[in-house]
C-alpha cells in the first residue's frame, strides 16, 4: 500500500466561490498497488476540465466521494502483472478505458465500450473495484484517472505513450480537450476542406474543435462566446468572425449558415440554436454536458424538411492510440496551436481558486501541478 495526495470531492453542489466553500480538499489517500494490467503512475500535470466543475456543482452527477481529475500526463512507476507498460513510461491518459472485448470496441468503436462506461458510470476501475481509500472506506476513481493528485493506479487501457519532450503543461491538453474538441471536428463530423463551421462556446473543448476546423480546411469558421477575450483569441486562431451570442443571425448573415455547427456550452437552447441556424443539411455536433434534466427541443419536421443530421459526440468519437499521436504530430507541426489554450499553471493547493476561473467564464484551460 502507497499513499496519494488527492483532490477529494465529498459532497456536490457546493456554494461559490469555490475559494470560500473550498469543495476540493487535498487528502492523503492510501493507494492499492496495481493490479493485472494495471500502473502506478506520478502525475506531471493535470488540466483543469469543464467536466470537474459540472460534478462539482451537480450538472454531472457522480457517486461521492470522489478524487477528480481526467486530464493528465504521467510517468509509470510501476506495473502490475501481466501489463504491457513498464516503468519509466510516460503516458497520456484518456477518460474512458476500451476494454477491447466488447461489441462497440470490435466494430472499432472504442468510445462506446460499455465496460468502460459501467465502470466510470460507478467510479471504479475498468478492472473492477477501487484502488483508493480513506481511513478504511473507498474514494471512487473519476473516469477511471483520479488525475488531481500526486500518484493514480489507473489501467493502462486509460493510457496512451508519448515521447518525452513535450511540455508537461502542452501534452496533458492532449488527453481531454484536444481529443474531445478536435475529434469532433475530424471525426464527428468529418469537416471536409472548404466547408463552413461554426463553434459555439470558446472554452478548452471549443477552442480545441475551432484549432482543429482551421487545420481540417473549414472556411469559413466563425466564433461564437460572450467573453470578448476569447472572441479575440479565435481571431488569432483563424477564425474569421467571432461574435457575441446576440449577434449570430448578423454574422450568419454576412458569412453564410454554417454547414457544421459544433455546440460546446452544454446548454439545450444553445443546441437547439445551433440545430435551428445551421445550413440546410447541416450537421450539428453536440459536445456539451447538459445538466440531465435540460432538454433539447426543435420541430420535428424540420429533421427532414432541412434535412439536417444531430451528432452526440463523445470524447471525439476517439481511438485514443490512433488520434493522440495524430493530433501531436499535427502540433509539432505548427498546425494545431494547442498551447493557445492554455490560461495558467498553477500548484495543485489552488484548485478552488482554479475552479472559481474557470466557473466565471475567464480562463480557458488551467494545468494544475501537483
Ligand atoms: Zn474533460
Ligand atoms: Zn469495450
Known amino acids: 500500500m502507497s499513499q496519494t495526495t488527492a483532490a477529494v470531492l465529498a459532497a456536490m453542489g457546493a456554494a461559490q466561490p469555490y475559494a470560500t466553500s473550498q469543495p476540493l480538499a487535498l487528502e492523503q489517500l492510501d493507494l492499492a498497488p496495481p493490479g493485472p494490467g494495471e500502473v502506478l503512475v506520478r502525475i506531471e500535470a493535470a488540466g483543469l476540465c469543464h467536466s470537474d466543475l459540472s460534478v462539482v456543482n451537480a450538472d454531472r452527477p457522480r457517486p461521492m466521494p470522489m478524487a477528480l481529475g481526467h486530464e493528465a500526463v504521467a510517468r ?30 470490435h466494430t472499432g468503436e472504442p468510445w462506446l465500450c460499455v465496460s468502460g462506461a459501467a465502470a466510470n458510470g460507478k467510479g471504479e476501475l475498468l478492472g473492477g473495484g477501487f484502488r483508493l481509500s480513506h481511513h478504511g472506506q473507498p474514494v471512487h476513481h473519476h473516469l477511471g484517472l483520479s488525475a488531481f493528485a500526486t500518484h493514480a493506479v489507473i489501467d493502462e487501457r486509460s493510457c496512451v505513450v508519448i515521447d518525452d519532450d513535450i511540455p508537461a503543461e502542452i501534452a496533458a491538453l492532449f488527453g481531454c480537450a ?22 459555439w462556446g470558446l472554452g478548452g473543448v471549443g477552442l480545441a474543435a475551432l484549432i482543429g476546423a482551421v487545420a481540417a480546411g473549414a472556411e469559413p469558421v466563425i466564433a461564437i462566446d460572450p467573453v470578448p477575450e476569447k472572441r479575440a483569441l479565435a481571431l488569432e486562431l483563424g477564425a474569421r468572425a467571432a461574435v457575441a451570442p446576440q449577434d449570430v443571425a448578423s454574422a450568419f448573415a454576412e458569412h453564410g449558415a454554417p454547414r457544421v455547427a459544433i455546440e460546446s456550452v452544454g446548454k439545450g437552447a444553445v443546441l437547439a440554436e445551433a440545430y435551428r441556424t445551421a445550413a440546410r443539411g447541416g450537421r450539428i455536433v453536440t459536445v456539451g454536458l447538459p445538466n440531465p434534466a435540460d432538454p433539447f427541443t426543435i420541430p420535428a419536421v424540420s429533421l427532414v424538411a432541412e434535412a439536417k443530421t444531430v451528432i452526440g459526440s463523445y470524447m471525439g468519437s476517439a481511438v485514443p492510440a490512433r488520434d493522440i499521436p495524430r493530433y501531436i504530430a499535427l502540433w509539432r507541426a505548427g498546425r494545431l496551436p494547442v498551447h493557445r489554450l492554455l490560461s495558467g499553471i498553477r500548484p495543485m493547493a489552488e484548485i478552488n481558486d482554479a475552479l472559481d476561473a474557470l466557473a466565471s467564464g475567464q480562463a480557458i484551460r488551467q494545468i494544475l501541478i501537483p
Open 76 to 105: 509509470v512507476e510501476a506495473a502490475g502483472p501481466n501489463t504491457r507498460l513498464k516503468p519509466g513510461q510516460r503516458v497520456v491518459m484518456a477518460f474512458l478505458p476500451a476494454c477491447g472485448h466488447c461489441q462497440p470496441c
Open 178 to 199: 484536444v481529443l474531445t474538441g478536435v475529434g469532433a471536428v475530424f471525426n464527428s463530423a468529418a469537416v471536409r476542406a472548404g466547408e463552413s463551421v461554426a463553434v
